[in-house]
C-alpha cells in the first residue's frame, strides 16, 4: 500500500513491520495518518497470511501521540465531533488488542501521550535504553483518553497508574520493565531486532492456540474467575479438533519440530 505516513514491510514467515513514518513530528499523528493507520490495522486484522504484527517508530520517537499543532481542529468539532474523531483511532487500539495474532511494539524512543497508549495496545513491548514512556495530558489540561487510563491500570497498580496520569509522569526503559510494561530491554537502536527475534519465537508456537490465548486471556480480565474457567474450556475445546493440534501432538512423540498451518 503506498501510505503518505506509514512503512510496511512484509518479512518471512508470516510477520509484518508497520513503521510510523512522521519523524520530523516526533511520529505524532494528524487525521491523515490516523486514517492510514485505521486501514493499516484494519487490512492486518483481516490478511489470514498474518502471523506477527511489529509496530515500530521512525527515527528518534515511537509516537508522540496526536499531534498538538492540530488540536485546535479536533476542538473546533464540538465535544460530538470530538468524540467521534477519538472513535476513529480508539478502534485502531481496540483492533490491535482484539486480534488475533501477536503484536509487538518496538519502541526505540520516547512514546508519549497517545504514542504510550498505542504501545499498551499491543501484546508485547520492546524498549531499548533509551525510551522513554510519559503522559503528559494533565499539562495541557486533559487525561489520557484513548486507553491510557483503562489500559494501564489493568498492566500496573492503581497507585502506579495515578502517579503516571495525575502527575503526568515519565518512565525509563528500566523502570517500565521492573514494573511490567516492557517485556525486554535492548540496547539503543536495537529495539526491533529485539521484536524481531521475538517474533521469530512465536513464529515456533502454533498460530491458532497463540491467538487463542490472546482472546481469553484478554477477555479473562473483565470478568469473573468462573467465567474465565469456562472461557478456558471452550477455547480449548476450538483447538483440540484442530489439525495443529494433531500435528504438535505427533511432532512431540516423533521429536520433530511441527510443521503448522493454521487449521
Not at 512514546?111 to 495541557?140: I, Q, T, W, Y
Request: aromatic share 4%.
Amino acid at each position: 500500500m503506498g501510505y503518505q505516513y506509514l512503512l510496511e514491510d512484509d518479512q518471512p514467515a508470516g510477520v509484518r513491520v508497520l513503521t510510523l513514518n512522521r519523524p520530523d513530528r516526533l511520529n505524532s499523528w494528524n487525521a491523515e495518518m490516523r486514517g492510514e493507520m485505521r486501514d493499516a490495522i484494519d487490512r492486518a486484522a483481516n490478511d489470514q497470511t498474518l502471523r506477527c504484527l511489529v509496530l515500530a517508530g521512525a527515527g528518534r520517537a515511537f509516537s508522540a501521540g496526536e499531534d498538538v499543532s492540530g488540536m485546535g481542529d479536533l476542538t473546533a468539532m464540538g465535544t460530538r465531533g470530538f468524540r467521534a474523531a477519538a472513535r476513529g483511532i480508539h478502534d485502531v487500539f481496540d483492533t490491535i488488542e482484539a486480534i488475533e495474532i501477536p503484536v509487538i511494539a518496538a519502541i526505540d524512543g520516547v512514546a508519549a501521550g497517545g504514542g504510550f497508549e498505542l504501545a499498551l495496545s499491543c501484546d508485547f513491548r520492546v524498549l531499548s535504553e533509551r525510551a522513554r514512556f510519559v503522559m503528559p495530558e494533565a499539562k495541557v489540561g486533559l487525561i489520557p483518553g484513548s486507553g491510557g487510563c483503562s489500559r494501564l491500570v489493568k498492566h500496573v497498580s492503581l497507585g502506579r497508574a495515578k502517579e503516571l496520569v495525575m502527575l503526568g509522569g515519565s518512565l525509563t526503559a528500566d523502570a517500565a520493565l521492573q514494573m511490567g510494561l516492557a517485556t525486554e530491554v535492548r540496547p539503543e537502536g536495537q529495539a526491533l531486532d529485539g521484536a524481531l527475534e521475538l517474533a521469530a519465537r512465536l513464529g515456533q508456537l502454533a498460530p491458532l492456540a497463540i491467538g487463542m490465548a490472546k482472546l481469553v486471556l484478554n477477555t479473562c480480565t473483565d470478568v469473573d474467575a468462573e467465567t474465565g474457567r469456562k472461557l478456558e474450556r471452550l477455547g480449548q475445546s476450538v483447538l483440540k479438533l484442530t489439525d495443529d493440534h494433531r500435528e504438535g501432538a505427533t511432532a512431540f512423540m516423533e521429536k520433530r519440530a511441527p510443521q503448522w498451518r493454521g487449521l
